[in-house]
């Protein structure tokens, strides 16, 4: 995948190879993002799932019912990705010791290495994605990210600070 996002101004088909030509902004840098996210997956020999569910155990254990909810997927899909992550030796399934009908999944050693090296280099690729911007934008542009996130029902922004164009001058976490 390229470093740059293509022109919008390219017919698609030409210089445009995710067909991105008649999608809103937001729907173009969605794809963008979600093409980034899977080739830096496949680079850890990860898929883009399974880097979702690496990032979400990465603070600790959690249930099973708890990440289907988080990862959108049915129950009996997460049985099959955490079983493949757990043949690769990246998490182990344990009994919830207040609860042994409950199951949960934490990280391993390995499962930690790989995950911590797959958000690194995701940050870093998008960092140098922002370097295009000029340097007074970048929290802007950061900030007003995490508004959208936060309208689309994402979680909660962190108190950044800065307002977002627009926004009236408010700030986020006031």
Excluded: W
């Excluded at 898929?47 to 909810?69: H, K, V």
């Excluded at 090296?117 to 934008?137: K, Q, T």
Aim: proline residues 10%.
């Amino acid at each position: 995948m390229p470093d740059h996002p293509t022109p919008a101004s390219a017919p698609p088909g030409h210089g445009d190879p995710l067909h991105t030509a008649s999608l809103h902004p937001l729907g173009k840098l969605s794809v963008l993002v979600r093409a980034r996210v899977v080739t830096v997956a496949e680079r850890h020999g990860l898929t883009a799932m399974q880097g979702r569910l690496l990032g979400l155990i990465d603070s600790g254990p959690r249930p099973m019912a708890e990440l289907s909810r988080e990862l959108g997927i049915e129950k009996a899909t997460l049985t099959g990705l955490v079983g493949r992550a757990e043949s690769r030796g990246l998490v182990v399934r344990e009994v919830v010791p207040e609860n042994r009908r409950s199951t949960r999944v934490r990280l391993t050693p390995h499962g930690a290495a790989t995950a911590g090296a797959f958000y690194r280099e995701l940050a870093d690729s998008f960092d140098a994605v922002l370097g295009v911007l000029p340097p007074e934008d970048r929290d802007r542009f950061t900030d007003c990210t995490l508004m959208l996130v936060e309208a689309l029902g994402g979680p909660d922004p962190p108190d950044r600070g800065a307002p977002c164009p627009g926004s009236g001058g408010t700030r986020h976490g006031s």
